[in-house]
């Protein structure tokens, strides 16, 4: 997990790349502020009037645990208070959470 950019002051509240066991890797997921708190946004292209996801996780399990190793890593790189070099570098999240993505 890598939280590419971190704008805590705006709806998309920073970007990630997710890398799944080393063999599959999703650049562009959004973190965003919603009515019920922060979602993962996955990433997407306008077709007509409506965005449609270019890759996104199957299953209920998959979807929950892609959501739950994208917000915590977020929410680390916040409590540690990284955001300038995360805008500006990239940052890794810290060991401790994998993306375990059974039956992938």
């Known amino acids: 997990m890598r939280i590419q950019s971190i704008r ?35 990433p997407s292209y306008k077709a007509g009037n409506e965005y449609k996801d270019i890759c996104f996780p199957i299953t209920q399990e998959c979807r929950k645990q892609l959501h739950e190793a994208v917000i915590g890593a977020y929410e680390q790189a916040i409590s540690q ?9 990239g940052m890794q999240a810290p060991e401790g959470q994998p ?3 059974a039956g992938m």
């Open 81 to 89: 208070g990284q955001d300038t070099v995360a805008k500006h570098h």
């Open 99 to 101: 993306m375990e993505m």
């Open 8 to 42: 805590p002051g705006d709806s998309i509240k920073g970007t990630a790349s997710v890398n799944i066991n080393g063999a599959f890797a999703i650049r562009g997921v959004k973190i965003i502020e919603g009515s019920n708190g922060l979602f993962v946004s996955m």
